[in-house]
């Protein structure tokens, strides 16, 4: 701190207090001298701030079906949606949809324009360093997908020099990759079945469960599944560390809907039996 001389100090001392600027000096540097002065607010976890806004800001994919897409009449829908909704009314706030491409959705948490993902995110050890998971709520296995004309491609190996259309930074194009694939970008499930139908990739790495919602949703597509990984991966929401409270009120939610039968309904509309084992 610089030293300033005395008689300018002591000037400077008459003029503030001539000014009456003595008690804003207390309220701004926070001491107690004032009978007005009020404390600072504590901050409020993510969960109280939620509550507050009466929002819960979701990112998810919408391209991404039966978890995540959009209906004949444009309605945002899907299992991990009405999941997500229903969590968001038990904690008793509203839920609100940020659709984002698969691979800028952990980009958008980093910068906090989600309080949650719910896109049917596997649970993985690399991704647990950076990011909290809610209890898993679907359990998937990885399938290897091709067109219904081909005869080449009968197993997980034999991807070696093929085209595989994946999302790059889905645990999925790792399982391709390391069968060898040469990986084909693409934005979500439907445009690499869209790719594998016209001839332009051979195989594509994606979920079962798709698989079989696809099917029975358009039992004539010319695809067939020729192999799947043994080992399910769990998938759960996930959440920026250090948010707790928000965390274990959607845990509570899950295990509520679970108890009281909602989760089985929504389960069993979109895929005909309990996805959660």
């Not at 901050?43 to 939620?50: D, G, V």
């Not at 800028?104 to 949650?116: C, Q, T, V």
């Not at 409270?245 to 108890?259: F, I, S, Y």
Request: hydrophobic residues 40%; aromatic residues 8%; glycine residues 10%.
């Amino acid at each position: 701190m610089k030293k300033w001389a005395l008689a300018p100090l002591l000037l400077l001392g008459m003029l503030l207090a001539a000014c009456g600027t003595s008690d804003n000096k207390d309220r701004a540097e926070g001491t107690t001298g004032g009978a007005d002065v009020t404390a600072a607010p504590e901050k409020q976890n993510s969960l109280e701030t939620i509550k507050a806004s009466g929002k819960l800001r979701i990112g998810t994919e919408g391209t991404y079906s039966p978890f995540t897409y959009h209906a004949a009449d444009g309605t945002l829908t899907g299992f991990d949606v009405d999941i997500a909704r229903e969590i968001a009314k038990r904690i008793g706030v509203e839920a609100e949809f940020i659709e984002t491409q698969w691979d800028g959705i952990f980009a958008g948490m980093d910068a906090k324009r989600f309080d949650a993902i719910f896109n049917e995110v596997s649970i993985t050890d690399e991704r647990k360093v950076k990011y909290d998971f809610s209890e898993p709520y679907v359990m998937s296995k990885a399938v290897l997908i091709v067109s219904g004309k081909n005869t080449d491609i009968k197993s997980f190996a034999d991807l070696k020099g093929k085209k595989s259309g994946q999302s790059l930074t889905s645990n999925l194009s790792d399982i391709a990759r390391q069968n060898g694939a040469e990986i084909v970008a693409v934005e979500g499930f439907n445009q690499a079945i869209d790719l594998l139908v016209s001839g332009r990739i051979d195989a594509t790495v994606n979920d079962g469960l798709s698989f079989l919602d696809l099917k029975k949703q358009k039992p004539d597509v010319k695809i067939k599944q020729v192999d799947e990984i043994a080992e399910g991966s769990q998938s759960a929401a996930v959440f920026l560390k250090g948010n707790e409270e928000l965390v274990e009120a959607v845990n509570g939610a899950l295990a509520d809907m679970k108890q009281d039968g909602t989760y089985l309904a929504i389960s069993e509309k979109y895929f005909g039996a309990d996805v959660s084992k």
